[in-house]
């Protein structure tokens, strides 16, 4: 069975972003995160939704979030680093290999953990605009 255009978009977000350096990137990740595991970057989908229809197409406008994990005494000051990143790396295909029509940037959320080292999370939200069959998700 073939993946969907959301599928497909995911994964190209995904790749694009192992290059980034000095994190490990994830995947919908569900588990928590041991200390080792950090900095990390996971990428994820929150919300999918129909924009617009044309005569056999939709256009859709997939939410995708970019989680920036990180662990300092400064972790806001520490998760821009990788912050500019993700942004570098994802605006530098904002057609997604060509599975999107373009990505805009939406939010940044920040919080911030006292644990036995601070914990900051950065939550980027992107748009990525992209179309499919009215009827078969996996075509344009």
Same mark, same amino acid.
């Given at each position: 069975?073939?993946?969907?255009?959301?599928?497909?978009?995911?994964?190209?977000?995904?790749?694009?972003?192992? =290059?980034?350096?000095?994190?490990?990137?994830?995947?919908?990740?569900?588990?928590?995160?041991?200390?080792?595991?950090?900095?990390?970057?996971?990428?994820?989908?929150?919300?999918?939704?129909?924009?617009?229809?044309?005569?056999?197409?939709?256009?859709?406008?997939?939410?995708?979030?970019?989680?920036?994990?990180?662990?300092?005494?400064?972790?806001?000051?520490?998760?821009?680093?990788?912050?500019?990143?993700?942004?570098?790396?994802?605006?530098?295909?904002?057609?997604?290999?060509?599975?999107?029509?373009?990505?805009?940037?939406?939010?940044?959320?920040?919080?911030?953990?006292?644990?036995?080292?601070?914990?900051?999370?950065? =939550?980027?939200?992107?748009?990525?605009?992209?179309?499919?069959?009215?009827?078969?998700?996996? =075509?344009?």
């Amino acid at each position: 069975m073939a993946d969907t255009r959301r599928e497909l978009i995911l994964a190209r977000i995904k790749t694009n972003l192992d =290059s980034a350096t000095g994190a490990t990137v994830y995947r919908s990740r569900v588990e928590p995160l041991a200390r080792g595991e950090v900095p990390a970057i996971i990428v994820e989908p929150v919300l999918d939704q129909p924009s617009e229809q044309f005569s056999n197409k939709l256009q859709w406008i997939l939410r995708v979030r970019v989680t920036v994990m990180v662990r300092a005494e400064l972790p806001d000051n520490v998760s821009d680093a990788y912050s500019q990143q993700v942004h570098n790396l994802i605006m530098a295909d904002s057609t997604v290999n060509g599975y999107a029509l373009d990505i805009d940037p939406d939010r940044v959320e920040f919080s911030l953990f006292e644990a036995d080292a601070p914990l900051g999370v950065v =939550s980027m939200d992107y748009l990525v605009k992209y179309r499919s069959s009215r009827v078969d998700l996996t =075509s344009a």
